[in-house]
């Protein structure tokens, strides 16, 4: 049997398991666990609604927007807060992406547009309270999203970012189910995922493919863009790291990023490649069986982005 033709059995299958039985249950339905705490107590989670009347000190510290990949939450993060909790020269804000953390005809609802909005929300409420000093870290999509603001011009009337990290952005996908999910369209109601009981408190284990398309359209805007060729802003240092071997965000993405992104000097931005097999390596809770080596790439990148935050 050719390629072609295992493709279409593949296809086959997945959409008879997909469309066999599309209800999905509030047993099954794991977007009834998945309530994020930042909805209900945003002051733990958000540097703007913990410090609303911030003062001379607190404007002088450095703050990071941590945004999270596709299908996930704050979790995302929440090492990243832990290890930085000694540090007093910077705090994070841990932002929600629209759409996600809520129940599952909510996460169905969002378009990409949604997802972004939440990031650029939290930076003008820390741009208005008078923040000089602010920086971003994207994991997955949450880096997506970042390159599509910079191209998109919008700091151009905003504070322009001193740091930009992204981590395992998805710009080509390594799953290539993604990019035929268009041709088949409705016929595949959802995707399915295999994660622990544990991780379906954090990530939707059902991702419907209305949002599996929002993700492709903002990945073709973002190649796009980077075929194009995108400016830093002015005075922005950018750094991508990636696993060489993520089974989700191909490595190729890194090389678009690195060949389509200049600085304002036009100079090619830092890109460093990672010893790793799993996406998103700066989350480890909840992975099984993680090794020395995973736990140092984790501490390399979090050391890295700290010493930038002084």
Sequence with gaps: MNKSNLLIVF??????????????????????VIFDPSLYNPEQ????????????ADLDKHIILAIHGYSATTFEWQEFADWSAPSSSYR??????????????????????????????????????????ISMVGSSTGGT???????????????HPQNLFLVDAIVVPSVKLQSVVGLIGPMLVFTEVDQTSEENKYWYRFRPQETITELNDVMKVVRKDLE???????????????????????????????????????????????????????????????????????????????????
């Design 228 to 310: 194009d060729g995108v400016k830093l802003p002015t005075g922005t240092y950018l750094k991508a790291f990636h696993s060489l071997h993520d089974p989700v965000a191909s490595s190729t993405s890194s090389v678009l990023i690195y060949k389509g992104l200049k600085t304002s000097s036009g100079a090619n931005i830092d890109v460093q490649l990672m010893d790793s097999d799993i996406h998103v390596f700066t989350r480890l809770n909840l992975r099984s069986d993680t090794t020395p080596l995973q736990k140092a790439n984790q501490l390399d990148a979090f050391s890295q982005i700290a010493t930038k935050l002084k």
């Design 11 to 32: 296809l086959i299958a997945i959409v008879s398991y997909s469309c066999s039985d599309p209800a999905i249950t509030d047993d099954l339905l794991d977007g009834n």
């Design 145 to 159: 999203l970042l390159l599509e603001l910079i191209n998109s011009g919008y700091f151009n009337s905003h504070l």
């Design 92 to 133: 994070i804000s841990q932002v929600l992406l629209d759409g996600h953390g809520r129940d599952y005809e909510s996460f169905k609802a969002s378009k990409w547009q949604d997802w972004s909005s939440a990031i650029t929300k939290e930076y003008e409420k820390l741009e208005a309270l008078g923040y000089t000093k």
């Design 45 to 56: 989670f958000l540097v703007s609604a913990k410090y609303p009347n911030p003062t001379a």
